[in-house]
């Protein structure tokens, strides 16, 4: 995203400054068949050409993801790895018949709890190391993605526009307890209504900070599964 290039570095690091050449080789690791699969099992429907989905998935490239099913899928990871369908209501009384329909979202497992949990330990990172700016708690784990996405040279000279801008500005916060999922930018990119990368991020920033600090509950932390194993690694072996 910034023209540059780093050379070898961490998972840990590429997810927390959102290098897109490693989520773009993680994403060429994986067969198409478990990519739908993870994906769809966390309540994201790709987009599918003959088959196949495209490589600009790997950066969020893609159509057809709105703020309330963002914040479902970080949800999973907070929850150890199952997902549980947004919904906003939870039981239906009927005045006249006195009836009651109790709501019962659908819940799957959509990944090892394993997974979930280094998710969550990178995201966590990605926070901590100061690479994304969120609301904090005391004592409380935050784990946070962002991601911004270009607009094509194409549009800009249709509408007239001649400074750099971009399209989306996102922000994903959660803790064990909450996830939020933001969303900042125009429905619609005019030569008079646009957005630039300092301003998505100093709005995004803002609202995060805000969002999280009130929401977010004291004292929780990501537990540590019986499947996840901790040990020291000497750097270059």
């Not at 000279?157 to 400074?163: C, D, H, L, Y």
């Not at 537990?223 to 072996?237: D, W």
């Amino acid at each position: 995203w910034d023209n540059g290039y780093k050379g070898v570095m961490t998972a840990l690091d590429a997810l927390a400054q959102s290098r897109n050449i490693p989520a773009l080789y993680a994403f060429q690791q994986v067969d198409q068949k478990d990519l739908k699969e993870f994906v769809t099992n966390l309540g994201i429907k790709p987009e599918i050409e003959n088959g196949y989905i495209h490589e600009s998935h790997s950066i969020g490239g893609f159509n057809g993801v709105n703020p309330v099913q963002m914040a479902a899928a970080y949800a999973t990871f907070a929850r150890g790895g199952t997902y549980i369908e947004p919904y906003s209501v939870t039981k239906i009384e009927y005045a006249n018949s006195g009836e009651t329909y109790t709501v019962k979202p659908e819940k799957r497992k959509a990944m090892s709890d394993s997974t979930a949990y280094m998710i969550n330990h990178m995201l966590r990172y990605a926070v901590t190391s100061g690479n994304i700016s969120t609301g904090t708690v005391s004592g409380t784990d935050v784990a946070s993605k962002t991601g911004t996405s270009t607009v094509d040279s194409a549009v800009k000279k249709e509408k007239g526009i001649t400074r750099s801008i971009i399209g989306d500005s996102w922000q994903m916060s959660y803790s064990p307890d909450y996830s939020i999922a933001l969303w900042y930018g125009y429905d619609e990119i005019t030569k008079e209504y646009n957005l630039t990368t300092s301003e998505g991020n100093a709005a995004r920033r803002s609202i995060s900070k805000v969002l999280g600090s009130k929401i977010f509950k004291t004292g929780s932390r990501f537990k540590q599964p019986t499947s996840v194993v901790s040990a020291e690694i000497e750097l270059g072996t």
